[in-house]
């Protein structure tokens, strides 16, 4: 059911599915399992590959789409930490420097009336 679906042209997908009286979310559902292998073996993955269009992406298990998702936060996150350290390195910098001259303006007397 998942191959017909997917090998449907746009137009005929929803027919498909109003003649098998599915929605297309069992669709999903069932090429998710699919991709993971968790559904039974009926023929090869031979048979499989052979039905499928050349130059048809090929899907991916709900694990690896996850585990991309995350692997992209990770690095946004990574690079989000990496600006927080530089502008506090560079806060730090400038309290410092605003220190250093609070101290020589408290040292520095001020000129003299003549």
């Known amino acids: 059911m998942v191959a017909e679906y997917e090998n449907a042209p746009n137009g ?33 993955r031979r048979e499989d590959a052979a039905t499928i269009p050349a130059g048809q992406r090929v899907k991916k298990s709900a694990e690896q789409l996850e585990l991309e998702k995350l692997r992209r936060q990770n690095e946004k996150l990574q690079a989000d930490l990496k600006k927080t ?7 730090g910098k400038a309290h410092a420097l605003l220190e250093e001259l609070s101290e020589s303006a408290d040292n520095d007397s001020p000129p003299k009336k003549s």
């Open 12 to 44: 005929e997908k929803g027919a498909i599915l109003r003649r098998e009286g599915l929605y297309s979310s069992h669709i999903i559902e069932w090429a998710r399992a699919r991709d993971a292998g968790l559904l039974g073996n009926r023929g090869s």
């Open 85 to 91: 350290r530089m502008a506090l390195d560079i806060m």
